[in-house]
């Protein structure tokens, strides 16, 4: 696979080359991706089930945002399409959506096109967003985003920074750390993964990358191994990041719950209180 170069931040070290690879596999993955494809394969868009929860998580975030803010400003981090930009936008607060790939935004610009000045849209990567610490946002917001950042740590670290006193943290649709997943609900993802993935062509390629992984074999150059770089690693802790927070004075709640691209399976593993995905709220709280 060819890489394609961008400029390399001060201080290159090992996880910046690696998150600007991962970066450029989003960006090449993505401006290929029809809209249509990348919905098949986003539970937290497919399934009404889900969109309900994260629309009552939305209004949570943003009615703790006006208690504190009379026009509550939110940064979107990997924007993508829009799904959740424009929640925001109709709730009335001022959005900053940033997102690497311009076909992503593209969309995102028609749909959200009405909002005029309310809404800003940056091509860049989130990296050098969070260079800019002068602006201050109420609500830092990801969706089905940070599985896709190496350093996803060190990102949180730098999104801190940019929050406003009482400003919130809010991550939705991430896979759990898979060693803290009960077994039976793994095997049980995994299946539901199966069946969905086989009518999606490259069976036999997705087969080798499987096995490949699974003796511990990650390519640095090859897309697949870097788009949804913890979803084919080992989840993301869910935990770490909840300790991070609680020790920086935040207040955190981690919501756990069930997804899967598979249209006959989710229902099924919702109903059985199975859970693999999570969503993450923390809120500053000012220290006196
Ligand atoms: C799974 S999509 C999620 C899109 C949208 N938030 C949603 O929920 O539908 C992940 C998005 O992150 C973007 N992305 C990945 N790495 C990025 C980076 N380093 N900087 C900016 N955007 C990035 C991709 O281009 C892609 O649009």
Redesign the pocket.
Same mark, same amino acid.
């Given at each position: 696979m060819i890489v394609k170069e961008m400029p390399a931040p001060k201080g290159d070290r090992m996880d910046e080359r690696i #998150?600007r690879i $991962?970066?450029l596999a #989003? !960006?090449l993955?993505?401006n290929a991706e029809a809209t249509k494809t990348?919905i098949d394969g $986003?539970p &937290? %868009?497919k399934h009404a089930s889900l969109r309900t929860l994260y629309g009552k998580l939305v209004v949570q975030v943003f009615d703790d945002a006006k208690k504190h803010a009379n026009l509550p400003k939110v940064l979107?981090? /990997?924007? /993508?399409?829009g799904?959740?930009t424009l929640p925001f936008l109709e709730l009335g607060a001022k959005v900053v959506a940033? !997102? %690497?790939?311009n076909g992503?935004l593209d969309a995102l610009r028609v749909k959200c096109e009405r909002f005029g000045d309310m809404l800003e849209v940056r091509c860049?990567? %989130?990296?050098i967003t969070l260079k800019h610490k002068s602006a201050k946002y109420d609500i830092v917001v990801? #969706?089905?985003?940070l599985h &896709?950042?190496p350093d996803y740590m060190g990102m949180i670290k730098e999104i801190v920074t940019v929050l406003s006193p009482y400003g919130q943290f809010f991550s939705f649709?991430d896979p759990l750390r898979y060693d803290t997943v009960g077994k039976a609900t793994m095997t049980f993802s995994q299946l539901a993964y199966f069946s969905w993935r086989v009518f999606r062509g490259d069976v036999l390629g997705g087969i080798k990358r499987r096995i490949r992984r699974a003796r511990g074999i990650y390519l640095e150059d090859v897309l697949h191994d870097n788009v949804e770089y913890h979803v084919i690693r080992n989840g993301v802790d869910q935990e770490d990041i909840c300790e991070f927070f609680r020790e920086h004075d935040f207040d955190c709640r981690v919501v756990p719950y069930f997804s899967t691209q598979s249209r006959l399976f989710q229902p099924i593993g919702a109903l059985v209180g199975m859970k693999n995905t999570f969503a993450i709220i923390a809120q500053k709280q000012p220290v006196n």
């Open positions: #998150n $991962a970066a #989003n !960006d993955t993505y990348y $986003a &937290h %868009i979107d981090l /990997g924007a /993508g399409e799904s959740v940033v !997102d %690497i790939s992503q860049e990567d %989130i990296n990801l #969706n089905s985003f &896709h950042v649709q």
